[in-house]
């Protein structure tokens, strides 16, 4: 199964930039599988598309709110529990995929704690209580463009194997 998108859709996502090249691709799967990365759509996708999905939820997750945030909001087991890791790494973003390796050690530590319901007030304590999230945060915001640009490259390297391509 893959997508179709047109040509002059993905042209100018590209030349907007690696952001919107990967988001055209990721709002195609999303559309597919019906906007949410549900059990049934992670039954129904391609390794890659959940892999490429899964990225920009981590990339938005992180920038807004760190792994705190990512934990709390149900996404741990996704990332840690799941092989995203071994597929960054296979993607050949090796160094990531050993990064999100050290952040699990944190999720296993701590997440129980931090996936707890909870007020508002109690959650934005989460920071300060558990402050080894916080290093990692700035590792990833740092390397945050370098990152997406590699899997940008991936993406564009094994377009075809993701989508087939509509001329106009």
């Known amino acids: 199964m893959k997508l179709k998108i047109k040509d002059s859709l993905l042209a100018a996502a590209a030349e907007e930039g690696m952001d919107a090249f990967i988001q055209v691709v990721v709002d195609a799967i999303k559309e ?12 129904h996708l391609p390794a890659d598309y959940i892999t490429l999905w899964g990225y920009v939820i981590l990339r938005d997750e992180l920038c807004d709110g760190g792994f705190i945030q990512l934990i709390h909001n149900g996404y741990g087991p996704f990332f840690f529990l799941n092989p995203f890791a071994k597929a960054m790494r296979l993607w050949g973003l090796k160094d990531f995929s050993k990064f999100l390796y050290r952040a699990r050690e944190l999720y296993e530590e701590h997440h129980e704690a931090i996936e707890k319901e909870m007020t508002d007030e109690e959650f ?8 080894d999230f916080d290093d990692l945060d700035d590792e990833f915001i740092s ?3 370098q ?5 940008a490259c ?3 390297d094994h377009l075809l194997d ?3 391509i509509i001329k106009e």
């Not at 597919?32 to 049934?40: C, R, V």
């Not at 934005?124 to 402050?131: G, N, V």
């Open 32 to 43: 597919y599988a019906g906007g949410e990365l549900t059990q049934d759509a992670l039954e």
């Open 124 to 131: 934005m304590a989460l920071y300060e209580q558990y402050p």
């Open 143 to 145: 390397d945050e463009e």
């Open 147 to 151: 990152i997406t640009g590699a899997v």
């Open 154 to 156: 991936y993406l564009d």
């Open 162 to 164: 993701f989508i087939d």
